[in-house]
Nanobody, 125 residues
Framework: VQLVESGGGLVQAGGSLRLSCAAS?????MGWFRQAPGKEREFVSA????????YYADPVKGRFAVSKDDAKTTVYLQLNSLKPEDTAVYYC??????????????????????WGQGTRVTVSS
């Protein structure tokens, strides 16, 4: 599954952005991760295609919202109430064959098979 992200940009604190991730095929689940300069890649959110189960990391709960469009095999991440600490490159990931790993540890990058190229989000204070 190939993934293409879009929607990043520069926004002021308190603003919003919507990221999109278009997948070339169906996956068991889709995830969003982010990586800030000098930091490790961290989990942001995930959604399963079959039943729509949704997961969020604590720092983004109540501010970010993940959704999917089955017809377009596209996943979205709505970023609201953005903070400077949300500044990072955001990556979309697909879990195609590692579904067992995903069910055990959905927030680990090792539970995903494919990755997009990333889209940069910069939040100014």
């Amino acid at each position: 599954v190939q993934l293409v992200e879009s929607g990043g940009g520069l926004v002021q604190a308190g603003g919003s952005l919507r990221l999109s991730c278009a997948a070339s095929g169906r996956a068991f689940s889709m995830g969003w991760f982010r990586q800030a300069p000098g930091k490790e890649r961290e989990f942001v959110s995930a959604v399963t295609w079959s039943d729509g189960s949704i997961y969020y990391a604590d720092p983004v709960k109540g501010r970010f919202a993940v959704s999917k469009d089955d017809a377009k095999t596209t996943v979205y991440l709505q970023l609201n109430s953005l903070k400077p600490e949300d500044t990072a490159v955001y990556y979309c990931a697909a879990c195609v064959s590692k579904w067992l790993l995903f069910t055990l540890n959905y927030n680990s990058p090792t539970s995903y098979d494919s990755w997009g190229q990333g889209t940069r989000v910069t939040v100014s204070s």
